[in-house]
């Protein structure tokens, strides 16, 4: 059953206590893409206990906390929080999953569809997202309103 299985908001949310620990959740975006400041805006419109900072993938916090792999290639959402690091539709779910609300429906229905087909469905877009959604030249510059939620 999907009620039973699925995580807490905290359960997502949680973080370790030390010197190393770095708040979080922080999603990770590709800062010049159309598509993806396009998400960062839904994220900051829809998400109003404020759960969710934000860095793009181009930054100092990402090369600091992700693997090369996800910084080089710019290829996916990346979600990192101190309990676990996820990507592509994984993370899309998760972060759904927290906003609540009708997005928590919409979260349930997306984790029925296996991860393979939902991850196969995630990488057609992103390999088309700039022809699609534009491509910026720079990185999304927040709001003074917003700049507390952003990282870098």
């Known amino acids: 059953m999907i009620g039973t299985s699925s995580p807490s908001t905290s359960q997502l ?63 996916t959402l990346v979600l990192w929080t101190p309990a676990g690091t996820y990507r592509k539709s994984s993370a899309v779910w998760r972060i759904l999953w927290s906003l609540g609300g009708v997005w928590r429906v919409a979260a349930c229905l997306t984790w029925l569809i296996p991860r393979p087909l939902r991850n196969w469905g995630y990488d057609l877009v992103a390999r088309h997202r700039y022809r699609i959604f534009g491509r910026k030249e720079s990185c999304r510059m927040p709001t003074p309103h917003e700049r507390a939620r952003f990282l870098d």
């Open 13 to 75: 949310l949680t973080a370790p206590q030390g010197p190393a620990a770095v708040e979080g959740p922080i999603v990770f975006f590709d800062g010049v893409c159309g598509l993806c400041n396009a998400w960062v805006d839904f994220l900051l419109k829809h998400d109003r206990r404020g759960l969710w900072r934000f860095a793009p993938l181009q930054g100092e916090t990402a090369r600091r906390l992700l693997n090369a792999a996800d910084v080089e290639h710019l290829h």
